[in-house]
C-alpha cells in the first residue's frame, strides 16, 4: 500500500494503473505551505526557548556565587545564617526556572524535529519496485494520514486474493494449497493460502484469504497483475469445490 504520512492537499501525482515504478521513486507530492509554516513556527519556539534557558542558566551561576560569597562571610562574622539562607533561596529558585527552562527547550527540539519529519513525508516515494494498480486518489484532493493512494504490487512474487464465506473460512489454514484458474489462462495453477483474514464486515460476512502462487512454474506474461480468478479447496477427503 502506498499512503499518506501527514495530513495535506495532493499537489502532483504521477501514476497511473499499470505505471511500472522502482524503490524509491517519487511518485506523488503533498502540497507543504503549511507544514512549512509549523516548521518555522517550530524553530522560532525552539530558539527562544533555548534562550530563555541560556538567560536562567547565567542567574543559576550568579545564584551560586552569591550563596558561596554569603558563606564565606557568614563564617567570618561578616553576614547572617538568614543572608545565607536568602541566597540560598535564590540559588535554588534559578536552578527550578533553569530546569523548567531546559524541559521547555527540549519540547521545543522534539515537536522542531517533528515538523522536519513530516516536511518529509509530503515526497511520497514506492516501497517497492512493481505495477500500480487501484489508484484511489487525484490532484487537489486533501489526504489524511494514513490514505491509500494507489497499490503496487511486484510482478514476480503473485498472490491470489478470494473471498470464502465466514464459516467456510474456518476449515482453511495456513500452507494449504488451492487450485485456481486464471482468466486467460488454459491450465490450472497452484496456490498456497498465506493468511486468513477476519470477516470484512459484518453483513458480508466473507473472510479474505491471500495465497501465494507458484511463480517459479509461470511462463512470462503468463498471469497479469489484476487479473480475475476462479479458486478451488480441497476438502478433508480431497474432493474439490
Known sequence: ???????????????EPGTYVKAGQLIAQLDDTELRNRLEQAMTNEQAARMEAGALGGQVATAHQKVTAEGWLERRGAS????????QAEYAQASAQQAAAGAKALTAK??????????????????MSGMIT?????????????????????PSDLLVKFAV?????????????????????????????????????PPIN???????????????????????????IADARGAKR
Not at 80 to 87: E, G, I, L, P, T
Not at 134 to 144: D, K, L, Y
Not at 176 to 186: A, H, I, S
Open 165 to 201: 464465506p465466514r464459516e467456510r473460512s474456518r476449515t482453511l489454514r495456513p500452507g494449504q494449497r488451492v487450485e485456481l484458474t486464471v482468466d486467460g489462462t488454459p491450465r490450472p495453477l497452484s496456490a498456497v493460502i498465506k493468511t486468513i483474514h477476519g470477516a470484512q464486515e
Open 110 to 127: 522534539a515537536a522542531r524535529e517533528q515538523a522536519e519529519k513530516s516536511l518529509e513525508y509530503t515526497e511520497i516515494r514506492a516501497p
Open 134 to 154: 487501484n489508484v484511489r486518489a487525484h490532484v487537489g484532493e486533501v489526504v489524511q494520514v494514513g490514505t491509500t493512494l494507489a497499490t503496487v504490487f511486484d
Open 1 to 15: 500500500m502506498i499512503s499518506a504520512k501527514v495530513s495535506a492537499p495532493l499537489k502532483t501525482f504521477k501514476i
Open 80 to 87: 547572617s545564617v538568614m543572608a545565607v539562607r536568602a541566597a
Open 206 to 232: 466473507f473472510a479474505v484469504v491471500d495465497a501465494d502462487i507458484d511463480d517459479a512454474k509461470l511462463a512470462p506474461g503468463e498471469v497479469q497483475v489484476t487479473a480475475n480468478a476462479r479458486v478451488r
